[in-house]
């Protein structure tokens, strides 16, 4: 009786295509062809097997739903009727799997958190790499148990592209790839310097990042937002028409196109006025103010008492009320006492401030007169170290104090004197003071001073006279009177000294 002849066992194992999931396996068919083959494959530390049952025509199979990084043994045997062939036995370990879900959060100008779900495999670590669009790439490793890396000391405003994959041993994982941009850096070491009352110089220094422009706003408290846009150049900004003694907050950023850096800030308060309500010129003198021309000051330093004033601060220091000019002739001063009172013209030119305004600045404190008088380049003055108008039902009494100047005591005459028009006659004199000399003051019987006279009128007391410069019949070219606070001086010598 002769034996039934072995099947032969498929040679020439081997294995290609192999990925973290799957593996081609290959076999050498015997010459006698077998009906079919059986594929086995289980993992190689235990697990659950799988069997593949082939025709005997083929000679490779798929081994699909691998595990990652898993040595697998796979087993083949050759079927022929019920009879089976020795088994022939391989190896094969699965590729590693890559990281997945590779994102950049909390992105920043120099700062990026890289995040990423887990190999399924086991590894040892994870590689990082990132670069930027020109440059070096960087080179990070990280123990397999690690989820995260933070990048550091990145370059603002840069486009970045970072590879992360897993390595276990000499094996190593596909790449996994993501991209991001870094922010903007915000320009540094934003300083207010020469800080005044209505002004600021803020300077800073620039971003490292190649920028378009900055945006500048400012505000204080409660107030409208100002904002600017600056030149990429711009290390410096002079922030003008602000308010006295008022805090600001500062907010500068940088652009890069789209893009915008954080925003940096300061706070800073502007220097205070030493009257932020002034109540005649001396004040807004020393509030800073030095140029002569219109004013408001506020009667009795109460800001829901406004009054605009024409200021002279040139003259003897400063600080003057101008209340009366006379230089041109084309206003009438020959008016009734509804006008005197209210006062008329036009402040840059010829123009009388009003009794009313005068009897309430004169209240409100200790004041002196100064009359300027100019002739064909001739010039005096005089100068009264009192001066007060009383009220209404006085009929405005003027007084002045001590004389001093050049133009001759002409205004001591008038001391005490009610005011007079040529409809309100308060004169003590037989006849209308004010309606024979075609002016208004504060006559006696009548004049040494007529200052509101007909202007150019030479013929005896009609015309703008000042007795003790000119006499009666010389109308004088130019005149102003005016007041300041009698202890002016004081307040100017305090200011200089502070």
């Known amino acids: 009786i002769s034996a039934p002849t072995e099947i032969a066992s498929p040679k020439g194992l081997r294995f290609s295509e192999v990925t973290d999931t799957s593996a081609t396996f290959h076999w050498a068919r015997p010459r006698t062809q077998a009906d079919s083959y059986q594929v086995t494959y289980v993992p190689a530390h235990g697990g659950t097997s799988k069997t593949l ?18 040595t697998y043994q796979v087993t083949i045997v050759a079927l022929e009727g019920r009879r089976e062939s020795k088994p022939g036995s391989d190896s094969v370990t699965t590729a590693l799997d890559k990281p997945r879900g590779l994102t950049a959060a909390n992105i920043s100008d120099s700062e990026a958190l890289l995040l990423w779900q887990p190999a399924i495999a086991t590894v040892d670590g994870y590689v990082i790499t990132y670069s930027a669009d020109s440059g070096p790439p960087v080179m990070a490793r990280v123990s397999g148990n690690v989820v995260e890396f933070e990048m550091s000391s990145l370059t603002p405003a840069t486009h970045y592209t970072v590879k992360v994959y897993a390595v276990r041993e000499l094996a190593k994982s596909a790449a996994t790839t993501t991209e991001f941009t870094t922010d903007v850096d915000a320009p540094v070491d934003l300083t207010t310097s020469n800080i005044q009352t209505e002004n600021a110089l ?16 400012f505000q204080s ?48 308060t502007t220097t205070g006025v030493l009257y932020r309500y002034p109540r005649d010129c ?21 800001d829901n008492q406004p009054l605009q004033v024409y200021c002279d601060m040139s003259s003897d220091g400063g600080g003057w009320i101008v209340f009366l000019r006379r230089q041109s002739g084309r206003l009438e001063f020959f008016r009734n006492w509804k006008n005197y009172t209210a006062g008329f013209g036009d402040m840059n030119d010829e123009f009388w401030l009003g009794l009313s305004n005068l009897h309430k600045i004169s209240s409100g404190g200790q004041y002196e007169l100064r009359v300027d008088l100019r002739d064909k380049g001739e010039t005096a003055y005089a100068q009264y170290d009192k001066f007060s108008v009383s009220e209404p039902r006085t009929r405005y009494k003027v007084h002045v104090g001590g004389y001093s100047g050049t133009a001759g005591d002409s205004m001591t005459y008038h001391h005490g004197r009610p005011f007079s028009t040529y409809d309100h006659d308060n004169d003590i004199a037989v006849t209308n003071c004010a309606l024979s000399y075609k002016g208004a003051f504060w006559y006696k019987n009548c004049h040494r001073v007529n200052l509101m006279g007909r202007y150019g009128d030479n013929s005896h007391s009609k015309g703008v006279n000042w007795f003790h410069w000119k006499g009666h019949e010389h109308s004088i070219e130019f005149a102003e009177m005016k007041i300041r606070p009698s202890n002016f001086r004081n307040l100017e010598g305090r200011r200089k000294r502070s």
């Open 53 to 70: 049952t082939l025709d005997g025509s083929e000679s490779q199979t798929l081994l699909p739903n691998l595990t990652p990084g898993v």
């Open 202 to 217: 803020l300077t800073w220094k620039p971003p490292r990042a190649d920028i378009t422009g900055y945006i500048l706003s």
């Open 221 to 268: 408290a409660g107030g409208t937002i100002r904002e600017v846009v600056l030149s990429p150049t711009a290390g410096s900004y002079n922030m003008a028409q602000l308010s006295a003694s008022t805090e600001y907050s500062v907010q500068l950023q940088a652009l890069a196109g789209p893009k915008r850096s954080r925003v940096i800030s300061t706070v800073f």
């Open 282 to 302: 001396s004040q807004a003198l020393l509030n800073g103010d030095t140029s002569s021309g219109l004013y408001t000051i506020y009667l009795g330093g109460d």
